[in-house]
Every structure is written in structure tokens, then in C-alpha cells.
């Protein structure tokens, strides 16, 4: 895998990574079946990425947790 690869596949897992904290921190304020259905949707989307991300061993955890961090400077 080169690096072009590697760079697309960690940015797609930190961006589903930051969906899937954004579609959960969504749902506490609205519990309408649209947000419900996006925040499965981001958890499954997350899963695969890890899944792929685990296969081509990335550092999956290190991402999640950047994207954690992210959240949380932007929520403030």
C-alpha cells in the first residue's frame, strides 16, 4: 500500500469517526427517526472503516482518538 492509499483510508476512518460523535451527540437533542437512522447509519460506516483499517494495519485507535479530541475542541 503506498502512502496516497494509506493517507485516503486513515482520513476516510477519521471523518466517519467524527460522523458517527456528531450523529450521537445529535440524537440526545433530537430523538426524531431521521437523526436515529443517521446515527446507526455513522456507527456502521465507522465499523467498516475500522474493520479496513485494522486489515491494513493502521492505527485505528490513535485516529478514533483524534477525531475525539477534534469533537471536543469544536464543541467547546
Known amino acids: 500500500m503506498n502512502k496516497k492509499e494509506k493517507a485516503f483510508l486513515e482520513n476516510n476512518l477519521y471523518t466517519d469517526a467524527l460522523r458517527c460523535l456528531r450523529t450521537d451527540a445529535a440524537l440526545k437533542n433530537d430523538k426524531s427517526k ?3 437512522i443517521m ?7 465507522l465499523a467498516e ?3 479496513i483499517g485494522k ?3 493502521l492505527d485505528v485507535e ?3 482518538e483524534r477525531a475525539k479530541e477534534t469533537f471536543e475542541l469544536q464543541k467547546g
Open 62 to 64: 490513535g485516529i478514533k
Open 39 to 45: 446515527a446507526n447509519a455513522a456507527k456502521v460506516a
Open 49 to 51: 472503516a475500522e474493520y
Open 34 to 36: 431521521k437523526s436515529r
Open 55 to 57: 486489515y491494513f494495519r
